[in-house]
């Protein structure tokens, strides 16, 4: 997939050695447009909002507030959501909580590895503020920073109460078309990745993880 | 349990014994005394296991303290050997030998204080912090307020209580501050 | 078979596309009743009735779709073309022209072998991903489907022994004419061991270790995504359904209705479930364990039983 490497439309990918830099694909991802039929735009739109996909990565404490959501008290199924172990397959990225840097280089190549439209959900102040991570030498305190958001809850930890109203409002945006996180992601594509490269120290992964 | 303690001071010269609890036993002993007091103590004396390693800094004298916690099965009492090492280039003699999980411990104190094992297996590679580029973030004359506000920045709008007053405010505004 | 016209067979092609509409929707909704009846074993509602198509709505209307080579594109095509190949060839409603498909004389043979089609196109595509937890799936799945495959033949051999043809719907024909005539009756040994390959075929606990969500992600299909993914989707409610039909012809004395025919699946494949619910996931290799020890014994019996007494 390597193509080429003089051209605009790539990625440095200036963390890897030459050798592994054939090995990962390096092309620049490009926004997407909707359909141009109003109609197929917004059949999609409400397919996207009732089949909410979650990625079963749970990256800080607040993620323990899935798992009641699948119980039979709650059961989060009846409104099409289901945990789904990969990525490739999964539309919504639930950040659990507290973001240290070593999780959130996992978390940026989870995301990029999901297939857009996709959404993020940040749970709890943490992602939100710092919480009462906001001192410390590891988390960070901004998570809109290095992924677009695009709905937060806050609390510490929130109910799951609180999990679910705030997932039945990402449905009610994703119906009307709002949520275009990862547009907004690929166009301010050198922002974001400046950021994260000022955290991540060590970026020893491809630009953008294909 | 104090004869043996005996017998260790004139061995080995340990000194500042104290019992912190009625099992939990803690005595100091010369850096260069501690290996062979820990051998000993695990071959001859039944403190078959290590609980744990870890390390105290005592910035205002200057030396950290390290604790190489050791449990004996046969009489459930536990040892805390405590080990002064100079602050400034410090190094103590790593004991993966005598315990195989000990590295991992040395690992993460050389990652966390800056403090040396030499012959620790795989002491340069991270083990927490994925490059980390500046002073050992446990050391105490790192601030992380200040890093973390540097680093990740700050949030606008976001502000800090004193919890006490806070909460005086708002859930007993009526009793005026002494509840 | 030789078609007498061409717009003859143009209409058989077209009613084979009505049959393959109803059989993928039927397939769809009878996984979204047993996921609710999933649900409420334990004490959940469970998803509606419409959530698979829309599930499938969204996979095909995801906007990016990466590739990972010619492989990756065919294995969900190959997929299909076992689920479609598979029920091309069995008729669905017996005694009725316009259901019984491509059906002729030694069909057997070829939905067995288009059962074994799909499964290893999907082993190619998904070993192309170059996911790691795709290349352990394939090997559970493909392991498992040996094992299982081996008394479900054994069955297959015993009612062709006995009914002395490779024909479904001869072997339908023979059934006809009350409970009392079903494979299930009188060759209860061959269905007991079709049954038992059965439980490993549908892919519900206690073999569902190649898919196995929490420890490798949902197995073969990893990575794919987007549009491959509605294909996988699709052909599992049509893969599924089609083999529903097909034990239900082999053992159950097939159908002459559509409502017959879903009430006799259904049935069928709540035997599945009840065990599903009931038992732990078996590790695969205790899973190839049991089936090539009882289930093949039961296989070779159902052989021995068809010569010795039906014979």
């Not at chain 2, 100091?28 to 105290?56: M, P, S």
Request: charge should be neutral; include cysteine; aromatic fraction near 12%.
């Amino acid at each position: 997939m390597s193509k080429d490497r003089s051209s605009k439309n790539t990625m440095e990918n200036s963390g890897l050695s030459a050798d592994e830099q054939l090995l990962f694909c390096n092309a620049r991802p490009e926004p997407y447009k909707p359909y141009s039929i109003k109609a197929v735009e917004d059949f999609a739109n409400w397919a996207r909002a009732n089949s909410l996909w979650i990625l079963a990565f749970g990256t800080g404490c607040c993620s323990i507030e899935l798992r009641p959501l699948m119980t039979a008290r709650f059961d989060i199924s009846r409104f099409g959501i289901a945990g789904r172990p990969t990525p490739r397959q999964s539309s919504v990225f639930i950040i659990g909580g507290y973001v240290s840097v070593k999780t959130l280089k996992r978390i940026i190549r989870s995301y990029e590895q999901m297939q857009g439209p996709k959404f993020i959900i940040a749970l709890g102040s943490c992602p939100a503020n710092g919480g009462m991570y906001f001192d410390s030498y590891n988390t960070i305190n901004q998570f809109d920073l290095y992924l677009p958001v695009d709905m937060y809850v806050t609390g510490c930890m929130p109910r799951p109460e609180a999990l679910l109203a705030a997932i039945m409002e990402l449905k009610e945006d994703i119906k009307v078309g709002n949520c275009d996180g990862a547009n907004r992601y690929v166009e301010n594509l050198d922002w974001y990745k400046a950021n994260q490269k000022k955290v991540i120290k060590n970026w020893d992964m491809p630009d953008y993880n294909w | 349990m104090n004869t043996l303690l005996d017998r260790l001071a004139t061995d080995f010269g340990i000194y500042d014994i104290s019992d912190r609890k009625p099992a939990i036993t803690t005595l100091k002993v010369e850096k260069q005394q501690a290996e062979r007091l820990i051998r000993e103590l695990r071959d001859r004396e039944g403190y078959t296991h290590l609980n744990f390693i870890t390390c105290i800094d005592y910035i205002e004298q200057g030396i950290f303290t390290l604790v190489y916690m050791l449990h004996n099965y046969g009489d459930k009492s536990t040892l805390g050997v405590e080990v002064d090492i100079d602050r400034e280039n410090a190094e103590m003699t790593s004991i993966h030998t005598l315990w195989a999980q000990a590295w991992t411990y040395q690992r993460e104190l050389r990652e966390m204080f800056g403090i040396n094992f030499p012959g620790s297996p795989r002491q340069e590679e991270d083990f927490c912090l994925e490059g980390w580029d500046d002073i050992p973030p446990m050391r105490r004359e790192f601030n992380t307020k200040t890093y973390s506000t540097e680093t990740f920045g700050h949030r606008e709008g976001r502000v800090s209580e004193d919890p006490r007053e806070h909460m005086k405010a708002q859930l007993y505004p009526t009793r005026g501050g002494d509840n | 078979m030789i078609y007498a016209s061409m717009s003859e067979w143009f209409g058989r092609v077209g009613n084979f596309g009505l049959t393959l509409l109803i059989v993928t929707v039927y397939g769809l909704l009878v996984g979204a009743l047993i996921e609710r009846i999933i649900a409420k074993v334990q004490g959940r509602v469970g998803i509606p009735y419409s959530q698979p198509f829309i599930n499938i709505a969204k996979t095909f209307f995801k906007r990016t779709a990466v590739s990972h080579g010619i492989m990756f594109y065919l294995g969900p095509v190959f997929r299909i073309a076992g689920g479609i190949g598979t029920l091309a060839f069995i008729p669905v409603i017996y005694g009725s022209e316009m259901f019984s498909n491509f059906s002729m004389a030694g069909d057997l043979f070829l939905v067995i072998y288009f059962m074994f089609f799909g499964q290893l196109g999907m082993a190619l595509g998904a070993g192309e991903s170059g996911h790691p937890y795709s290349a352990i799936g394939i090997a559970r799945g493909l392991s498992q489907m040996t094992a299982y495959e081996v008394p479900f033949a054994l069955a297959v051999i015993s009612i062709v022994i006995q009914y002395d043809t490779l024909s479904i719907t001869e072997i339908v024909a023979a059934q006809q004419g009350g409970w009392q005539n079903w494979t299930v009756i009188t060759n209860w040994v061959a269905t007991l061991a079709a049954m038992l390959a059965f439980l490993g075929m549908t892919g519900y606990s206690p073999f569902d270790i190649f898919l196995a969500p929490q420890e490798i992600p949902i197995g073969p299909p990893t990575e794919f995504h987007s549009a491959y993914l509605s294909f996988l989707q699709i052909n599992r409610a049509l893969f599924g359904a089609t083999k529903l039909v097909l034990f239900m012809n082999l053992f159950f004395g097939g159908a002459t209705g559509w409502v017959e025919l879903m009430i006799k699946t259904l049935l069928i494949y709540m035997v599945a479930i009840v065990v599903g619910v009931a038992f732990p996931r078996f590790r695969v290799d205790q899973g190839i364990r049991f089936f090539f020890k009882i289930p093949t014994l039961i296989g070779i019996m159902s052989i021995v039983y068809v010569q010795m007494v039906l014979a």
